[in-house]
């Protein structure tokens, strides 16, 4: 048997972020899966929220879907305004920035955890291998040295080209890592390229759903939307993913195309947008109602600069729907061209001039979509990732076993 603890920043039904949703999805098919012999705990904050860390979930040891997750409170929300006025010091002003700035910035970042590091002293032990999921986070940053004194550690950076992963700050966590798991073929190579370490590693991915299907017509009814065309975001509304950016492309597509098509935002409104007569914003939603809004989009657009894997693009291409990524990103770039399942595109124009060719060519998004398709049941089957990172984790945790006394 491996007995695996994983550490990350949220955890739990209601958190939505896609390293957090990436953890939760593997800590739970580890723990249920009948063929491999998987011990799975979780160590975590009792935050919802990335904005503030407040405690939201009961503290103390819980039982979520099969796995067993210790949860530590938060010990203060964090101060947004000092936060980031740090932030803006840090990553957009002069360079080097003094290591106590770095290491006060992480202690606002958060969410720093009461008796978290001395909970790991005590208790990591009794696990092969330590997972840290996201490196951006107090979590990691102050966990994963410490785990590694005891036990062999895997790092899941879910890392992407921005500011803050060029900060020294985090030159040590990644040296402390015994192992990576990355996303994507991009993300291995940003590492490479930013932190020069040779550790074992993996690229894993994250699982899709193959036999899901939505209702069109029961999400067109719900949100009144008729018969008319439209393009699809899902996930947080919030600036750093595109959303402010998609809404002033749609608004300025729709000045010079009139027409029926529609914008529809499927997401936590973390930074709300202006009304605007075609653009639906139906904030968060139950699974039922996100694999419907697939079903029903004419196609999919994901206009993030910066993703590390990008759930939503392979559950788009689940259900068969092209995409439009934005092409500025690494890896939704890749994702396109690897699958032939997008069409990637750059600033304004090359949206508008994607947006003309999809939605007016009934042929185009059927092959781009049965592309995706394809891409996913070749690459993301739960069954087949699970097995190699089983087996993964157990050759990370026989370091221990054939060193152990």
């Known amino acids: ?17 896609g390293a957090e949703a990436f ?36 503290g103390g040891t819980q039982e979520v879907d099969g796995v067993t997750v210790h949860r530590l409170p938060v010990v203060a929300p964090r101060d947004n305004d000092l936060f980031n006025g740090l932030n803006n010091r840090l990553n957009a002003g002069h360079r ?47 966990g994963l040295p410490a785990a590694s004194a005891q036990v062999p550690t895997v790092l899941h950076p879910t890392a992407h080209d921005e500011p803050p992963i060029y900060l020294p700050l985090f030159d040590p966590v990644f040296r402390h890592a015994s192992a990576f798991g990355f996303l994507t073929p991009e993300e291995a190579a940003l590492v490479a390229r930013r932190f020069r370490v040779r550790r074992p590693s993996t690229i894993c991915g994250v699982g899709v759903d193959l036999d899901v299907r939505g209702d069109a017509s029961r999400f067109r009814s719900r949100y009144g939307l008729g018969d008319d065309p439209f393009l699809l975001f899902v996930g947080r509304l919030d600036p750093h993913k595109g959303s402010d950016e998609l809404y002033d492309y749609f608004g300025a597509y729709k000045e010079r195309n009139p027409g029926p098509l529609r914008l529809v935002l499927v ?73 032939g399942g997008g069409v990637p595109y750059r600033g304004y124009a090359e949206f508008e001039a994607a947006v003309e060719l999809l939605t007016g060519d009934d042929a185009l998004r059927e092959r781009l979509g049965s592309a995706g398709r394809a891409y996913v049941e070749a690459h993301y089957g739960w069954d087949d990732l699970l097995a190699r990172y089983e087996r993964f984790l157990d050759d990370v945790g026989a370091v221990r076993r054939v060193l152990a006394p």
């Open 267 to 339: 997401g936590e409104p973390i930074k709300p947008l202006p009304p605007h007569p075609d653009v639906v914003v139906t904030g968060f939603v139950d699974d039922t109602t996100w694999a419907d809004s697939y079903a029903a989009a004419t196609a999919f657009v994901h206009p993030s600069y910066f993703e590390s894997f990008s759930m939503v693009l392979q559950e788009a291409w689940v259900q068969g729907l092209p995409a439009l990524v934005q092409g500025r990103c690494d890896v939704l770039r890749g994702h396109a061209e690897r699958s």
């Open 1 to 17: 048997m491996t007995r695996v603890l994983f550490v990350v920043q949220r955890y739990g039904r209601e958190v939505f972020g």
């Open 23 to 58: 953890c939760r999805e593997y800590a739970t098919r580890l723990a249920a899966s009948e063929e491999l012999d998987v011990e799975v705990e979780v160590l975590t904050s009792r935050a919802v929220s990335y904005v503030d860390w407040r405690d939201s979930y009961d």
């Open 96 to 142: 080097p920035s003094p290591l106590f700035l770095q290491r006060e910035w992480m202690r606002q970042q958060g969410p720093r955890l009461d008796g978290f590091v001395e909970w790991i002293d005590a208790n990591v032990a009794r696990f092969d291998v330590a997972v840290f999921v996201g490196y951006l986070y107090w979590t990691t940053w102050a």
